[in-house]
């Protein structure tokens, strides 16, 4: 496609749920990346992929939080029990290269943890 | 660790107002610098990218300016509208990934 796609685009979760977050990169573009946006605040680098190998992932916590790019299907960004202060807003992109000359966010995924 | 700093955090101007707004960096040594834009509810929308050979870019009525040695750079809005409303954001690569600022969010009312 020629945008990001994020779904769902609103999750709301009971803490100590898992929440399950989905990105379909633009078709032709090899690194994938996850951001977290909390409370309209700075954005924080989770992790990127190229292709369906973790590129960088020094952002992710190193509990509860995993994802995965694999081939033919869309990548996935998992939480298992959720916390209170994982709700943000999780957006993924986009770039035909690891430096983000070239780089497009989705729309984001807005996850509320209650 | 690269640190970026947007200045004001907001900003209200009437339409048709001049204005800009300030990015400042901590580590000099990057490659390009973007602003984004970004909408309630919505993603970002790359504006410019500055490679660091460039000192300005420009897209119709929107300039950005990059000066690396004094790790700053600025965003020029001519003659303001309300649909230039939104959160504007920088960003510098480091490593792969990007470091974005903490945003400045503008207001235009007509």
């Known amino acids: 496609g020629e945008e990001v796609a994020q779904t769902p685009k609103h999750l709301v979760r009971g803490e100590g749920q898992k929440a399950k977050l989905y990105c379909a990169p633009i078709?032709?573009?090899?690194?994938v990346f996850w951001y977290q946006q909390v409370l309209k605040n700075e954005f924080k680098f989770l992790i990127s992929?190229?292709?369906?190998?973790?590129?960088?992932e020094t952002g992710m916590p190193k509990e509860r939080f995993s994802a995965k790019c694999l081939p033919n299907s869309p990548c996935s960004l998992e939480i298992q029990a959720t916390k209170l202060e994982d709700s943000a807003v999780y957006f993924c992109?986009?770039?035909?290269?690891?430096?983000?000359?070239?780089?497009?966010f989705g729309e984001g995924s807005w996850l509320t943890v209650v | 660790k690269q640190e970026v700093t947007q200045i004001p955090a907001a900003l209200s101007v009437p339409e048709g107002e001049n204005l800009v707004l300030n990015c400042s960096f901590t580590?000099?040594?990057?490659?390009?610098l973007q602003w984004f834009r970004q909408d309630p509810g919505k993603g970002l929308t790359s504006l410019l990218l500055?490679?660091?050979?460039?000192r300005e870019q420009t897209s119709g009525r929107l300039n950005a300016s990059l000066d690396k040695s004094s790790g700053r750079s600025t965003l020029y809005i001519a003659a303001s509208q309300p649909g230039d409303s939104a959160t504007y954001l920088c960003?510098?690569?480091?490593?792969?990934?990007?470091?974005f600022g903490g945003g400045t969010r503008l207001m235009v009312k007509p």
């Open positions: 992109a986009s770039s035909q290269d690891s430096s983000g000359n070239t780089i497009y």
């Open positions: 078709k032709g573009h090899s690194y």
């Open positions: 992929f190229q292709n369906e190998n973790v590129f960088d």
């Open positions: 580590d000099s040594a990057i490659y390009n």
């Open positions: 500055i490679q660091s050979s460039q």
């Open positions: 960003a510098v690569p480091t490593g792969n990934m990007l470091t």
